[in-house]
């Protein structure tokens, strides 16, 4: 939904229409999206939000941000930035300020800014061709470890000052990534050698969440198994002869219960 402060205009979705020549030249996924604004440069002094439904950040995942835009404004100045809410839009923080490459760059230079002091994506991380229909949607990723168990709202805030209008902020595709693993999966290793000392202990170092396992199969040269040397837990003592397997493959067996662990 929108909240708008601010401003003659606010958020659009539509079509892009750039034969006025502001603006991408088509979206690269949809036929629809969100922006600031369609059809012509954005209006001066405009402080105007996009917010998102909620999201359920899982506990203990891998999960990401990401935002597929295209930008393009007077640098430094005017910009957009996102926003998080770990209340429903009670209070908002700004989001992803630390995490490197996100933004384009920090905005220092108006202190009347919302947006001072911290991370505004403007176009200026691609200068020359921030302004053409022809360059490519950027995609944005950032981190949310920090909020998971947690149900959050991001909201896309927009900001120019009186002077300088340019192209607009165009929004694609934007939520949360979260990785989902097979329940079960191996990894087999080249062929290992024997030393002169023969065959010592494997070992791993590893992370094993509660939920998740890891045991090992130790197979002959050939691939074929080993009798008795099949779901070992490591460290395992390879108390077989050299002479007779001078060469072993060793594959490692990963499982879990829970597909948003691994």
Same mark, same amino acid.
């Given at each position: 939904?929108?909240?708008?402060?601010?401003?003659?205009a606010t958020?659009?979705q539509? #079509?892009?229409?750039?034969?006025?020549?502001?603006?991408?030249?088509?979206?690269?996924?949809?036929?629809?999206?969100?922006?600031?604004?369609?059809d012509?440069?954005?209006?001066?002094?405009?402080?105007?939000?996009?917010?998102?439904?909620? &999201?359920?950040?899982?506990?203990?995942?891998?999960?990401?941000?990401?935002?597929?835009?295209?930008?393009?404004?007077?640098?430094?100045?005017?910009?957009?930035?996102?926003?998080?809410?770990?209340?429903?839009? @009670? $209070?908002?923080q700004h989001? /992803?300020?630390?995490?490197?490459?996100?933004?384009?760059? @920090?905005?220092?230079?108006?202190?009347?800014?919302?947006?001072?002091?911290?991370?505004?994506?403007?176009?200026?991380?691609?200068?020359?061709?921030?302004?053409?229909?022809?360059?490519? &949607?950027? $995609?944005s990723?950032?981190?949310?470890?920090?909020?998971?168990?947690?149900?959050?709202?991001?909201?896309?805030?927009?900001?120019?000052? =009186?002077?300088?209008?340019?192209?607009?902020?165009?929004?694609?595709?934007?939520? @949360?990534?979260?990785?989902?693993?097979?329940?079960?999966?191996?990894?087999t290793?080249?062929?290992?050698?024997?030393?002169?000392?023969?065959?010592?202990?494997?070992? #791993?170092? /590893?992370?094993?969440?509660?939920? $998740?396992?890891? =045991?090992?199969?130790?197979? /002959?040269?050939?691939?074929?198994? @080993?009798?008795?040397?099949?779901?070992?837990? +490591?460290?395992?003592?390879?108390?077989i002869?050299?002479?007779?397997?001078?060469? +072993?493959? &060793?594959?490692?067996?990963?499982?879990?219960?829970?597909?948003?662990l691994?």
């Amino acid at each position: 939904y929108l909240h708008h402060d601010s401003g003659a205009a606010t958020w659009e979705q539509g #079509a892009v229409d750039s034969s006025g020549g502001f603006g991408p030249i088509s979206w690269p996924t949809h036929s629809s999206g969100v922006a600031m604004d369609l059809d012509g440069d954005y209006e001066q002094n405009t402080w105007t939000h996009l917010i998102s439904p909620s &999201f359920d950040v899982p506990s203990n995942s891998s999960s990401r941000f990401r935002i597929d835009h295209w930008i393009c404004t007077e640098a430094a100045w005017d910009g957009g930035a996102v926003f998080i809410s770990e209340n429903d839009g @009670i $209070t908002w923080q700004h989001f /992803a300020d630390g995490q490197s490459g996100f933004y384009d760059q @920090i905005s220092y230079v108006n202190s009347f800014s919302p947006f001072f002091n911290h991370g505004i994506f403007d176009g200026s991380s691609d200068p020359a061709n921030c302004s053409s229909e022809t360059k490519p &949607f950027t $995609t944005s990723i950032a981190g949310l470890d920090s909020y998971s168990g947690k149900e959050v709202r991001f909201r896309y805030s927009f900001f120019s000052d =009186t002077y300088v209008e340019s192209d607009g902020w165009y929004i694609d595709a934007t939520g @949360i990534q979260t990785d989902r693993h097979g329940l079960s999966g191996s990894w087999t290793s080249p062929v290992t050698e024997v030393d002169e000392m023969g065959w010592g202990t494997l070992s #791993a170092l /590893a992370y094993l969440p509660l939920g $998740t396992s890891l =045991t090992v199969d130790v197979l /002959a040269a050939d691939g074929v198994e @080993i009798e008795g040397w099949q779901d070992q837990t +490591l460290p395992l003592a390879i108390e077989i002869s050299a002479i007779e397997h001078p060469r +072993l493959i &060793f594959r490692l067996n990963l499982a879990t219960t829970d597909e948003l662990l691994t």
